[in-house]
């Protein structure tokens, strides 16, 4: 734009009232178009932000879908994992009531076999004209199933319903015992029996070394002569 024409435009614009209103017209009239484009850009602008937040509400509904999903299984694990705590409960009692009862029969069949031991061992003996009352022998130090003496023959021993051979070496052991804390219960000659319900061949073999007097509910299966013979 020359020179002359902006001098023209200037004074127009300070001397016709009417030029100057179009000019302002004008130049309102671009605010505006501008303002429009900007608020519809701002518009755009809005509406892709609003699908986008609309996009992550829906990602946000999904991810709490599956949640409570998850949720409902952990549940029903829980669920059954209590019902599997309450049966395992359930069994552990019925097998410590059983556990019981088999330790109670257990503890009922000992006392029946050492009462049934000296009753028959009683009974033996006054067949040979030796008349001894036998009972338990029990101290701090040990305990012996089989107990009683005459004076000149002392009985000592034990019940069992299996015999083993560890059961013979451990009844020996008992003795020593029984020797060094109160030797004064030992008169006589000691003779070691046992009375059993049924022997392993290795311990009858043991028994017989040692010279035990071996009993059994319907024999002897080592005489009472040979045990005492060797006390």
């Known amino acids: 734009m020359s020179a002359e024409v902006k001098k023209e435009i200037l004074r127009l614009l300070r001397v016709d009232e009417e030029f100057r209103y179009a000019v302002a017209g004008l130049i309102g009239h671009e605010d505006i178009r501008k303002g ?3 608020l519809r850009l701002g518009l755009a602008r809005l509406e892709e932000a609003q699908a986008r937040l ?28 209590q019902e599997a705590v309450a049966s395992l409960a359930s069994e552990q009692r019925r097998t ?3 556990l019981r009862h088999l330790i109670r ?9 050492e009462e049934e031991a000296h009753s028959i061992i009683e ?3 006054s067949q040979r004209g030796i008349f001894v009352r036998l009972g338990a022998l029990v101290r701090p130090y040990v305990e012996l199933d089989v107990y009683g003496s005459d004076g000149s023959l002392t009985f000592l021993g034990e019940t069992k319903t ?19 804390r109160e030797p004064e ?5 000691v003779v070691l029996t046992i009375y059993a319900m049924w022997v392993h061949p290795d311990a009858y073999e043991e ?7 071996l009993n059994m509910p319907n024999k002897e299966l080592i005489e009472l002569e040979q045990a005492i013979s060797k006390a």
């Open 36 to 38: 429009q484009d900007e």
């Open 54 to 81: 609309e996009q992550a509400h829906a990602r946000l509904e999904e991810a709490v879908a599956r949640l409570q999903e998850a949720m409902a299984r952990l549940q029903e694990a829980v669920a059954r994992l």
């Open 96 to 98: 410590s009531r059983t």
């Open 105 to 113: 029969y257990i503890n009922s069949m000992s006392i029946t076999l």
């Open 123 to 125: 009974r033996r003996l």
């Open 162 to 180: 299996r015999l083993a051979v560890r059961h013979v070496k451990r009844l020996e052991k008992k003795i020593e015992m029984v020797k060094m």
């Open 185 to 189: 219960l030992l008169r006589g000659r």
């Open 207 to 213: 028994c017989k070394v040692r010279n035990i007097w």
